[in-house]
């Protein structure tokens, strides 16, 4: 792919265009079945910088970035000067005379608006109070793996429209899927993204691909209100009776950490009708898709 159509920075999932994330998830796929054939970041340090607790994201990009033959830089929130000041533009400025990329968890979006406007590498958002990018490629690899092609396929969300459903709106939207969201009124995810919206989950569903959620309580949210989210999604709980209502062999996904009992039953959660688990192992490989394609093109610009 010439280096003009790629972009610099991956922040909400948009800035692909189809056949850009067509080729991100073949390039996903042969990393899965060769792990260790790409050695884009020979020699090279990614900075890792979680503001947020993580185990997928960090495991996933700490490994990643070590097969493609890199040095993973894990920075916590704490560890950096910004806790005592120093600007966003710096830390940019800084960063990108060391390492080939940047990576970034945030409860911030402006940071992560910041950190990109300065940064002379590549930044990706390894989550953020609206976008969860990676979690989305990831999610598609594990559709492709299913189905083969996804152009046409359906996808139902259920529960909170929150950053996850966001970004599979703007990325199962550019992989020609019909995207449908299920949730109740004040937790709707907003028009605009490419979604089907309802409040209701057996019509979200109905003849669906594959039905998928993400916990009603997030590290995000104020635990004050947590008795109140959990009985306003309580409807949206998936289990065997809503996956009956999807297509023949469709199947759930759950971005995780999950709350058997909750948002998916324990069921379905440790049974044969998800692929939940296959998401959790595809994050290394799109993401480190993902990186090569961004460091690649970086490299050619110069």
Not at 4 to 33: I, Q, V, Y
Not at 204 to 210: I, L, P, R, T
Not at 275 to 298: F, M, P
Request: glycine share 8%; proline share 5%.
């Amino acid at each position: 792919m010439p280096a003009l159509e790629t972009p610099l920075h991956f922040l909400t999932g948009a800035e692909l265009d189809a056949a850009a994330l067509a080729s991100l998830l073949d390039r996903a796929a042969a990393l899965k079945a060769a792990p260790l054939s790409s050695r884009v970041l020979d020699g090279r340090a990614v900075a890792l910088l979680f503001q947020k607790p993580s185990t997928r994201t960090r495991t996933s990009f700490e490994t990643g970035v070590f097969e493609l033959g890199g040095h993973p830089m894990v920075l916590r929130g704490e560890e950096l000067q910004i806790t005592r000041g120093e600007s966003v533009r710096d830390t940019a400025l800084v960063l990108s005379r060391h390492v080939a990329a940047i990576g970034l968890r945030t409860g911030s979006e402006e940071e992560l608006e910041e950190l990109a406007a300065h940064a002379t590498v590549p930044v990706v958002n390894m989550l953020s109070p609206l976008h969860h990018p990676c979690q989305a490629i990831a999610d598609l690899e594990t559709l492709r793996e299913a189905y083969g092609e996804l152009e046409g396929r359906v996808l139902a969300y259920v529960g909170d429209g929150n950053n996850v459903a966001r970004s599979l709106a703007v990325l199962g939207g550019l992989a020609g899927m019909e995207v449908r969201v299920a949730a109740p009124a004040g937790y709707q995810l907003e028009d605009g993204w490419g979604a089907v919206l309802t409040d209701d989950p057996a019509e979200a569903v109905a003849g669906a691909d594959a039905v998928y959620t993400d916990v009603w309580v997030s590290m995000s949210d104020d635990e004050s209100s947590a008795a109140a989210r959990r009985a306003a999604l309580a409807p949206y709980r998936i289990d065997d009776a809503l996956l009956d209502r999807a297509a023949p062999g469709a199947f759930a996904l759950h971005c995780l950490p999950a709350h058997p009992g909750e948002e998916i039953t324990e069921a379905v959660l440790y049974g044969d009708r998800q692929r939940i688990w296959d998401q959790a192992e595809n994050r290394r490989h799109a993401q480190k898709a993902l990186l090569e394609l961004l460091v690649s093109a970086a490299a050619e610009r110069g």
